[in-house]
Nanobody, 123 residues
């Protein structure tokens, strides 16, 4: 059974930084396409960034230049470094894993999900 556990969320002031982690167990992490999504209550989940197992990546517009997605296959861990945070980045952040190849921005293409970690950015 594949499990994803996020951590690293918290409260930060605008302009600050956070690093989210997602540890994956029970599967072949090195072969998964991994993604980060976020969701605000009452709104649809939105794509943040994804990283393929061959090193290919994709960021949504609001993440470009501020967020960096990386992976440590030795530790089965996905990371999201978030800089220059703004109040509109406040959301629950989820990591997701996709078994098949290909980076997709829709969550429906991902097979496993974590429970989420809350990020709150104060103004």
């Amino acid at each position: 059974q594949v499990q994803l556990v996020e951590s690293g969320g918290g409260l930060v002031q605008a302009g600050g930084s956070l690093r989210l982690s997602c540890v994956v167990s029970g599967g072949t992490f090195s072969r998964y396409v991994m993604g980060w999504f976020r969701q605000v209550p009452g709104k649809e989940r939105e794509f943040v960034a994804a990283l393929g197992w061959i090193g290919n990546w994709y960021y949504t517009d609001f993440a470009k230049g501020r967020f960096t997605i990386t992976r440590d296959n030795a530790k089965n861990t996905l990371l999201l470094q978030m800089n220059s945070l703004a109040p509109e980045d406040t959301a629950v952040y989820y990591c997701a894993a996709r078994i098949e190849s290909g980076i997709y921005t829709s969550g429906s293409f991902y097979d496993y999900w974590g429970q989420g970690t809350q990020v709150t950015v104060s103004s």
